[in-house]
C-alpha cells in the first residue's frame, strides 16, 4: 500500500532520457570509485618532475601515455581524476548515512509522536539552519586537523535537515491512514507499526532526498577540499586538486577544467537521477 | 498577530542561544586552546602566561557565562591575532559581504523572476524544458569553480573585470554572479510553481473571464499570489548567501566577514571564529523572521485572527 496513490506516474519523453542520462553518469563514476586500483592507467601517487604539467590528448604537443596530461608534479591526470571519483563517492555516500540516520530519526519521532518530541525536533531543524555549514566544518576541520573521516562525520552532522523536514512530514500523513490505524487495533507496538507500516511507506521519499544529499555532499566537500581544509594531501579530491592547480590556470586553464567538469557532470549527474526517481515515485522533497 | 510575533521572537532567542553554546563548544573541540595559541615553539611558561592571559586558566562553564554576558552587552572578546576588538572587526568587513549578498540577491531575482514567470506560462514547452535545465545546471555548478572560469575569462582573456579586491563596484560583479548562481535554481522553480498554481485557480478564471487584458492577469493577479512564497524564500536564500560567500570571498580575494573567518580558522583565532559563527547565524535568524513577517503582510490568510 502506498500513500502516494494518486502520482502522476512517471513521466515520459526528454524527462526519462535525462533520467537515464543520470543513471549512465552515476553508473560509470560507481564503477570508477569501486574498480578505481584496476583502472587507472598509471600510479596517481607517483610524480615525475621532469614529466610537470603536459597537456591534454586535445592540445598541440600531447604524449599520448597521458591522455589527461599530467599536473605541476609530473602526476597522470587521469590516474588521479578516476581515482578522486573514488573519493567524491565515498564521501557522497558516508556522508548521506550518517546524515540519513540522524534525519530519519528526528524526522520519524517528531512527525510520529507529535507534541512536545515534534516540537523539539522542529526547534533542532531551525537551529541547524541557522548554522553556516561551510564555516562550521572549515572550522572543525581547521581546529582537529583533516581527515577523510573526520570529513564524513562534521558534513553527516551538519547535512542532516532535509531528511528530517521530509520524513518528519511523510511520517505525519502516513500517521493518519487507515492501515496505521488498523494497526493499531490489531494490537501491534509502536516499533512494529514504524518499522512495518511508517517506514516502508515513506521510503521512496527518503530514497529521493539521499540522492539530493550525496550531490550536495560531494560538492560540499570539494569545497572544502578546495579551501585546503578537507581531503588532506596528497589525496587526489577533485577540489584539492582545482586548488593545487589554481596557480596555473591562467597559463594552462585545462588544469582547473578538468576536474571541475568532473566534478560538475557527476553532480548533475546525481540530481538529474534523483529528479527523476522524484518523478518516478511522485515523492515531494520541498521543505 | 502579535501572538504569532511573540512566539516566533522566542524561538529566534532560544535559536540564538543555542547557536552561541555551539559555538562555544565548538572552538573547544580542539582541547587545550593556550598550547594552540602559544604555538609550536613555546615553552610552559609561555603556554601558563597565554592562559592566564585569556582567561582560560578559569572552569569552562565561568569562561562560557563570561562569554555569553558580553556578548549580550556587544563585546565579542579581543582577536588573539589582529589584536583589535572582534566586534569592530567584524563591523569593519561586514559592508563587503553584506554588498556581496546583496549584490547576488539582485542579480538572482532579475534573473529567476522572469524565467519562473515564462516557464510557467509556457508550462511543458520547449522553453519550460529549457529553464527547467538551467536550474539543474545551475544547480551542480561548484560556485568556486565557476569563480575561477569567470576569472579567466573576463578577468584575464577578455580583461573587462578586475579579478579580486575590493576597489570598486567592478570588483563585485563578477562574485555576485557567481554567489547569485547558488540562489537562481530554487527562486526560479519556486516562482514557476507558484505561477502555475495561481495560473490554475478561480480567481484567474474569474479575471479572464471578466475580459482583463493576459498582461493584467498575470502581473496584477496571478503573480502578486505567486510572489508570496517567493519574497519570503528570496530573504532566507540572502541568509544562506552570507553564510556562503566565505567560499567566494577566498576565491575573489574580497575581505568580507567569510574572508575574515578563513584567516582566523587558520591563526587558530577562536574569539573571532566563534563571533562570526554567531553574528552569522543571528543574521539568518533575523532574515527568517523577516520573511515570515513579510508572508504575514503580504497575505493577510497568514496573520489569523
Redesign the interface.
Known amino acids: 500500500m502506498s500513500v502516494t496513490a494518486v502520482t502522476a506516474g512517471p513521466k515520459r519523453g526528454w524527462r526519462s532520457i535525462s533520467t537515464w542520462i543520470g543513471a549512465l553518469i552515476v553508473g560509470v563514476a560507481a564503477i570508477c570509485a569501486v574498480f578505481a586500483p584496476l583502472l587507472v592507467p598509471h600510479d596517481p601517487f607517483a610524480q615525475d618532475l621532469g614529466r610537470r604539467l603536459l597537456v591534454p590528448f586535445w592540445m598541440e604537443g600531447s604524449n599520448p601515455d597521458y591522455i589527461l596530461g599530467t599536473d605541476q608534479l609530473g602526476r597522470d591526470y587521469l590516474s588521479r581524476l578516476i581515482w578522486g571519483c573514488r573519493i567524491s563517492m565515498l564521501i557522497g555516500v558516508t556522508v548521506t548515512i550518517v546524515s540519513a540516520l540522524i534525519g530519519i530519526t528526528l524526522g520519524v519521532l517528531g512527525g510520529f509522536l507529535g507534541g512536545r518530541v515534534d516540537d523539539a525536533v522542529l526547534f533542532a531543524i531551525t537551529t541547524r539552519l541557522s548554522i553556516p555549514v561551510v564555516l562550521v566544518a572549515l572550522a572543525v576541520v581547521g581546529l582537529l586537523g583533516s581527515s577523510v573521516t573526520l570529513l564524513v562525520l562534521t558534513l553527516g552532522l551538519l547535512l542532516w535537515d532535509r531528511f528530517a523536514v521530509v520524513a518528519r512530514s511523510t511520517t505525519m500523513q502516513v500517521r493518519n491512514l487507515d492501515f496505521v490505524a488498523a494497526a493499531w487495533c490489531a494490537g501491534c507496538s509502536r516499533f512494529r507499526i514504524l518499522s512495518h507500516e511508517v517506514l516502508p511507506n515513506i521510503a521512496s521519499h527518503l530514497v529521493v532526498v539521499a540522492t539530493l544529499e550525496i550531490a550536495l555532499a560531494i560538492l560540499l566537500e570539494a569545497t572544502l577540499s578546495f579551501l585546503g581544509l578537507g581531503v588532506p594531501p596528497p589525496l587526489p579530491s577533485w577540489g584539492l586538486m582545482i586548488a593545487e592547480a589554481k596557480d596555473y590556470m591562467f597559463f594552462s586553464p585545462w588544469v582547473i577544467v578538468i576536474p571541475g567538469v568532473a566534478l560538475f557532470v557527476l553532480v548533475l549527474g546525481v540530481n538529474l537521477l534523483g529528479d527523476g526517481l522524484r518523478d518516478l515515485f511522485g515523492a515531494r522533497t520541498d521543505p | 498577530m502579535l501572538q504569532f510575533l511573540v512566539r516566533r521572537l522566542i524561538?529566534a532567542v532560544?535559536?540564538a542561544a543555542?547557536?552561541m553554546t555551539?559555538a562555544f563548544i565548538?572552538?573547544r573541540?580542539?582541547g587545550d586552546l593556550a598550547i594552540s595559541i602559544a604555538g609550536p615553539n613555546a615553552t610552559q611558561a609561555d603556554v601558563e602566561a597565554v592562559r592566564k592571559a585569556y582567561g582560560l586558566d578559569q572552569p569552562l562553564v565561568t569562561q562560557f557565562f563570561n562569554w555569553v554576558g558580553n556578548a549580550l552587552s556587544g563585546d565579542l572578546g579581543d582577536s588573539y591575532f589582529f589584536k583589535a576588538r572582534v566586534s569592530s572587526l567584524i563591523a569593519e568587513r561586514m559592508p563587503v559581504t553584506l554588498t556581496l549578498g546583496l549584490t547576488g540577491l539582485v542579480i538572482a531575482l532579475v534573473v529567476s523572476l522572469p524565467l519562473g514567470i515564462l516557464a510557467a506560462v509556457r508550462e511543458n514547452t520547449g522553453f519550460d524544458?529549457a529553464v527547467q535545465l538551467v536550474t539543474?545546471?545551475g544547480?551542480?555548478?561548484?560556485?568556486?569553480?565557476l569563480g575561477?572560469?569567470l576569472m579567466?575569462t573576463f578577468g584575464?582573456q577578455l580583461g573587462w573585470l578586475p579579478i579580486s579586491g575590493t576597489g570598486s563596484w567592478e570588483h563585485y560583479v563578477m562574485p555576485g554572479i557567481v554567489l547569485a548562481f547558488s540562489a537562481i535554481p530554487a527562486l526560479t522553480r519556486l516562482t514557476r510553481a507558484g505561477m502555475i498554481q495561481a495560473m490554475g485557480s478561480d480567481y484567474i478564471r474569474t479575471a479572464r473571464a471578466k475580459g482583463l487584458s493576459r498582461a493584467s492577469i498575470l502581473l496584477k493577479h496571478a503573480l502578486r499570489n505567486a510572489a508570496i512564497p517567493v519574497v519570503a524564500i528570496a530573504a532566507v536564500q540572502l541568509?544562506f548567501m552570507?553564510?556562503?560567500s566565505?567560499?567566494i570571498e577566498?576565491v575573489f580575494a574580497l575581505h568580507g566577514v567569510?574572508f575574515l573567518?578563513?584567516e582566523s580558522?587558520?591563526k587558530?583565532d577562536f574569539p573571532v571564529?566563534q563571533a562570526?559563527?554567531l553574528v552569522?547565524?543571528v543574521i539568518?535568524?533575523a532574515l527568517?523572521m523577516l520573511a515570515d513577517l513579510m508572508n504575514a503582510v503580504l497575505d493577510p490568510r497568514l496573520r489569523g485572527p
Do not use: D, E, K
Open positions: 524561538v532560544l535559536v543555542t547557536v555551539l565548538l572552538t573541540l580542539s524544458r539543474l545546471l544547480q551542480a555548478m561548484p560556485s568556486f569553480w575561477l572560469l579567466i584575464l541568509g552570507l553564510g556562503g566565505i567560499v577566498q567569510g573567518a578563513w580558522i587558520g587558530n571564529v562570526v559563527v552569522l547565524a539568518y535568524v527568517t
